[in-house]
């Protein structure tokens, strides 16, 4: 039963696309890859951190740049922020941010 709950999780997050330390393209290509290849009508971008700006520009240069005749839009944005242990060990607060793009 364990394996169907996973099988679930995972393709429910199956148009996610985390935000890191990869070049700002690989970002880009592969949110532009679920609208058209995997024909997604929601995709959603999450980054936390020093990584917030670089899904904002992501989601800005799907919108203005590559996807413009799709008519994306922002349907949902939250942002909060998680308490961490830093390499010092000492507990700190990280903001997260969660950007819900649709194709009309």
């Known amino acids: 039963m364990s394996d169907e709950k996973s099988n679930t999780e995972n393709s429910k997050d199956d148009n ?3 935000i890191g330390m990869k070049p700002f393209m690989n970002y880009v290509t592969s949110v ?3 609208f058209t290849t995997r024909n997604r009508s929601e995709v959603v971008i999450k980054a936390r951190g020093k990584h917030i700006n670089r899904a904002v520009d992501v989601v800005e240069i799907i ?3 590559f996807l413009r005749d799709r008519e994306i839009r922002i349907k949902n944005i939250s942002i909060d922020s998680e308490e961490m242990e830093n390499k010092e060990g000492r507990m700190t607060n990280v903001s997260t941010i969660e950007i819900t793009i649709v194709k009309k």
């Open 16 to 18: 996610v696309v985390f």
């Open 32 to 34: 532009v890859m679920q």
């Open 63 to 65: 919108r203005k740049k």
